[in-house]
């Protein structure tokens, strides 16, 4: 059964209600998003946590809101442990767009027929203002990563060299590469690997078994447990080798800057998001410079 053809029985929706009651989240994070991760439960909970807990404080009716519920939410969007409307932008459109999803749960489950949070004013997003680092401090992680850790190596200069996201990084499978031909196969689009990109590979290929036990494998070349797996033992080596944190994000739109790709090299169908993905990376780039 989808998620949009879900409906809670009797029973349920009379718990669901009770629950919004006494403000208890993490008895209604699970009925209306089901069986989510530790972290993305978690991650819910504190986009939602600063408004049930404002909402228990002053009466609130979370389900069925007052007509001055938009005037009421400025305070707990706004609401950090620094004070009262010290929230970022970004911050405060992130718990919007969580309670924005919660009530259109509650729509979908025949509990409410209309959206309260629908036209809030929202302030613009904040985009990200840190320049990307240099090439040259990229070539060092690498080249540290090479030495020290291969696994590391290897999906490093994938991101690197071809953009990889980080989930099609968690996603991708042995049998996804023909290394005869050099060809990586991504959820959109085919890309041709670099050089270096297939010798970063070797070393798990060897460990792997080899092209013959591995070209028709579904198992995942990266066994990282979560994000966190992969991003902090990135930061550690970027401590180790002596330059600046590195994050996966960064390093794709590195590769962005300093490769010169076609938009279904780097995974991209279409030409539009791709011009401004390396927009946002050039504008990174001349802040680099300037500084």
């Not at 007509?67 to 919007?96: E, K, M, Q, S, V």
């Not at 990266?222 to 990135?234: H, M, T």
């Not at 970027?238 to 960064?250: D, H, L, T, Y």
């Amino acid at each position: 059964m989808t998620e949009i053809e879900r409906r809670l029985t009797t029973d349920q929706a009379g718990t669901l209600t009770r629950a919004f009651q006494h403000h208890e989240l993490d008895r209604i994070i699970p009925m209306l998003w089901g069986s989510l991760p530790t972290r993305r439960r978690v991650q819910l909970t504190t986009n939602l946590q600063t408004i049930f807990t404002h909402a228990e404080q002053d009466g609130v009716n979370l389900l069925h809101p007052a007509a001055d519920f938009h005037t009421w939410l400025r305070t707990p969007l706004t609401d950090t442990l620094r004070g009262p409307g010290t929230a970022r932008p970004n911050t405060i459109n992130t718990r919007y767009y969580t309670l924005k999803q919660m009530y259109d749960h509650l729509i979908r489950e025949g509990l409410l027929t209309t959206n309260p949070t629908a036209g809030y004013a929202l302030p613009p997003i904040e985009r990200a203002v840190t320049p990307l680092p240099s090439q040259e401090d990229v070539t060092v992680l690498l080249t540290y990563l090479e030495r020290h850790d291969p696994l590391l190596h290897a999906a490093a200069t994938l991101i690197y060299h071809h953009a990889l996201q980080y989930t099609e990084l968690e996603a991708l499978k042995w049998n996804a590469l023909d290394f005869s031909r050099g060809l990586l196969l991504r959820p959109r689009t085919e890309t041709r690997l670099s050089k270096e990109a297939l010798h970063a590979l070797q070393p798990l290929l060897k460990q792997a078994g080899g092209p013959l036990h591995t070209q028709d494998s579904p198992k995942p070349i990266f066994l990282f447990e979560n994000r966190d797996a992969f991003r902090l033992p990135l930061w550690r080596a970027c401590k180790v080798a002596g330059i600046g944190n590195i994050s996966p994000r960064e390093l794709r739109l590195c590769s962005l800057r300093d490769h010169a790709h076609t938009p279904s090299d780097v995974g991209f169908v279409n030409a539009e998001s791709y011009r401004r993905a390396l927009k946002h990376a050039e504008d990174l780039a001349e802040r680099l410079t300037d500084q």
